[in-house]
């Protein structure tokens, strides 16, 4: 028998969302850095990456049940594809966008490699990293639901197809709203204070 | 202290290669300030840059002290005609970003750059954002950061270019006293001739296509420098009319072939009937 109360179904989903988001944030920044920093790779991968993104994340459901079964690999593997792309991008864009200026000043005040890229390159390209963490989130949320609709184990998606199968409106209407729920919450407490700060140091909030 | 040797630089692009310098000689002693002047296009920006470091030459070299300049570095601190602050750190933070790097200790840092800032006279917005600045503070806070990096020689891409008139000529009075002060050696770049002889002890007049240096003037006069001043007023005269013929070779460049200098500097008033109602 599931436990198909919503708080546990909640867990497990926020648990596999937090993990693939947190691989797919690492693995994003790390492409997206590498790309930015080799010209071969950005014109070989960055196709790729476009390309990628514009599939659906559900598509890759097939092929992950066959590598990784059923069951949480999979369902991560679908989270980490359906975030991974956006995130990269973003620092990829981000990167690119930062105004030659504040290198240059940078070099001039001695900043060499590694260092002038920790402290100039990527804190300039903050804000484009962060919307593309946004969209990555809101990405890997709809990977997560894919991921539990199509494989039934667990978490919301899966309390989500009981409901339909037990044409118990009721419930499927209800894990609709607790997923909004669950959506705005984090974004206020985590994306929305982020962005929030930045756009303040920056000067370019509207208030 | 710094040697510039036969600098030629060359810029390829699709429609033709350009000589941006062409055979540039120039010395310039320790604690010197040096103005260069020329139209737009001359080559002034992308002789300071090459000083900096931020450019290679095609050929030719510079050495500062005997040692030829191969990259960028804090001996030799540059202002962009935009402040380049960083908007992610505090004033403070910017002028010690430098400092950071030199690896001085958080306490010499904070003070030296409280130091720095008191002396561009911007102690009270130590903690505020860059954006909260107006322009002529900003640029106030660059000048701030590159003197705290204590580097002997100042270069300064027409830093007051973006500012308006009466924040300019404050600031033109502070780097006075700041380099009498700090006794660096300022290279700066303008193409604005009141405010090279203001500055110079030594004015560059560069010439454009190919860029060189066309004459240079000796500016003798007391400090502090006032614009009004009759023997500055004489000087700048002098050089607006080296100046001028390298302005007409610019602007024909850039213009149709009818225009010349003569033709349309000439302003016909609403009163060219004189002795009309005689």
Not at chain 2, 23 to 31: A, C, R, T, Y
Not at chain 2, 47 to 67: D, F, Y
Request: net charge positive.
């Amino acid at each position: 028998m599931q436990d198909l109360s919503i708080p546990i179904a909640a867990q497990i989903s926020m648990r596999r969302l937090l993990v693939g988001y947190l691989i797919s944030l690492l693995v994003g920044l790390l492409l997206g850095i590498m790309i930015s920093r080799s010209k071969y790779l950005d014109e070989t991968l960055s196709p790729l990456l476009l390309g990628m993104q514009t599939l659906p994340s559900i598509c890759w459901i097939p092929l992950a049940i066959l590598w990784f079964g059923l069951g949480e690999e999979s369902i991560i593997f679908v989270i980490v594809i359906g975030a991974i792309f956006s995130i990269s991008m973003a620092v990829v864009s981000g990167i690119k966008n930062v105004p030659p200026l504040f290198i240059r000043a940078a070099k001039t005040m001695g900043a060499k490699g590694w260092h002038s890229y920790t402290t100039v390159v990527i804190p300039a390209a903050l804000p484009s990293i962060i919307s593309g963490m946004k969209q990555g989130w809101s990405f890997a949320w709809r990977a997560l639901m894919a991921g539990e609709l199509l494989t039934p184990t667990s978490g919301l998606g899966y309390v989500l197809i009981m409901g339909r199968d037990l044409h118990d409106m009721n419930q499927v209407v209800g894990i609709m709203l607790v997923i909004v729920i669950m959506g705005l919450v984090i974004d206020r407490l985590i994306f929305a204070r982020a962005e929030n700060a930045i756009l303040y140091r920056w000067g370019l909030s509207r208030n | 202290m710094l040697e510039i040797s036969g600098v030629y630089k060359t810029f390829t692009q699709k429609n033709g290669a350009t000589n941006a310098l062409q055979d540039v000689h120039l010395s310039i002693k320790k604690g010197e300030f040096v103005v260069l002047v020329g139209p737009s296009g001359c080559g002034k920006s992308t002789l300071l840059n090459i000083i900096a470091g931020l450019e290679k030459p095609t050929s030719g070299q510079v050495c500062k002290e005997g040692r030829p300049i191969l990259e960028a570095g804090p001996d030799r601190m540059v202002m962009f005609q935009e402040a380049a602050l960083f908007p992610w750190l505090k004033v403070i933070e910017n002028v010690e970003y430098g400092m950071k790097i030199k690896g001085l200790g958080k306490r010499e840092r904070r003070e030296k750059a409280i130091h720095f800032l008191k002396m561009v006279h911007l102690t009270r917005f130590a903690t505020a954002y860059p954006h909260e600045l107006s322009v002529g503070m900003r640029q106030r806070v660059a000048l701030a950061r590159a003197l705290s990096m204590d580097s002997d020689i100042l270069l300064m891409d027409e830093p007051f270019a973006a500012l308006d008139s009466q924040t300019k000529s404050i600031l033109h009075t502070e780097l006075q006293q700041i380099w009498c002060a700090t006794k660096k050696t300022i290279i700066f770049v303008t193409h604005n001739v009141d405010e090279a002889v203001l500055l110079a002890d030594r004015v560059i007049v560069m010439t454009a296509n190919p860029g060189r240096i066309k004459k240079e003037f000796r500016v003798q006069l007391g400090r502090p420098r006032n614009i009004e001043d009759i023997d500055l007023a004489r000087t700048v005269g002098q050089i607006l009319g080296e100046l001028k013929e390298e302005v007409e070779k610019v602007a024909k460049a850039e213009l149709d072939s009818d225009w010349t200098l003569e033709n349309n500097s000439f302003v016909p008033g609403s009163n060219t009937h004189l002795g009309n109602g005689i």
